[in-house]
């Protein structure tokens, strides 16, 4: 900690930043990434889209239902408990509301397959020798090539 670091993270990162290379972040809240505090839930959206390409390349969030700055931008009422619950609650209510039959259908819905991630920062490529190749002394565990891409 340092006495001029705030509870916005770009002094931390800036700081990080004079002597280490930051390859990726890992956060709960958008304020991890990107300087926020000045933002309404537009702004927000801006600053999204504008870093849509380092969603799940650089940044990477574990999120945390229970506080963020996101609380602020969405739910705006009085901070003591019983408000706040009930800000909470009417934030996450859908609009128009959905009806106990039309919720029944939802549910018996048949899930999507989420798409799986593939790997494509190291590729493994295993050897072949062609049969025009002299043949090589027998290696006692032979490895695969490894072809990492060009930085950017």
């Excluded at 849509?52 to 239902?65: C, E, I, K, Q, T």
């Excluded at 800000?87 to 039959?101: D, G, T, Y």
């Excluded at 549910?107 to 593939?118: A, G, S, T």
Aim: charged fraction near 25%; aromatic fraction near 6%; proline fraction near 12%.
């Amino acid at each position: 900690e340092r006495p001029d670091w705030t509870a916005d993270k770009q002094s931390r990162r800036a700081f990080i930043a004079r002597t280490h290379r930051i390859l990726l972040i890992i956060g709960d809240d958008l304020g991890d990434f990107a300087s926020v505090s000045r933002l309404d839930e537009e702004g927000r959206k801006q600053l999204l889209l504008r870093h849509a390409s380092f969603w799940g390349s650089r940044w990477f969030v574990l999120p945390n239902p229970n506080y963020g700055s996101w609380l602020d931008t969405i739910v705006r009422c009085d901070r003591n408990k019983e408000d706040l619950l009930t800000c909470k609650r009417a934030a996450l209510i859908a609009e128009p509301p959905v009806s106990e039959e039309e919720m029944r259908m939802l549910m018996q819905q048949p899930l999507p397959e989420f798409p799986r991630q593939q790997a494509e920062d190291t590729v493994i490529i295993p050897t072949q020798k062609s049969q025009s190749q002299t043949p090589e002394p027998p290696v006692p565990q032979p490895q695969p090539d490894v072809v990492s891409p060009p930085s950017p």
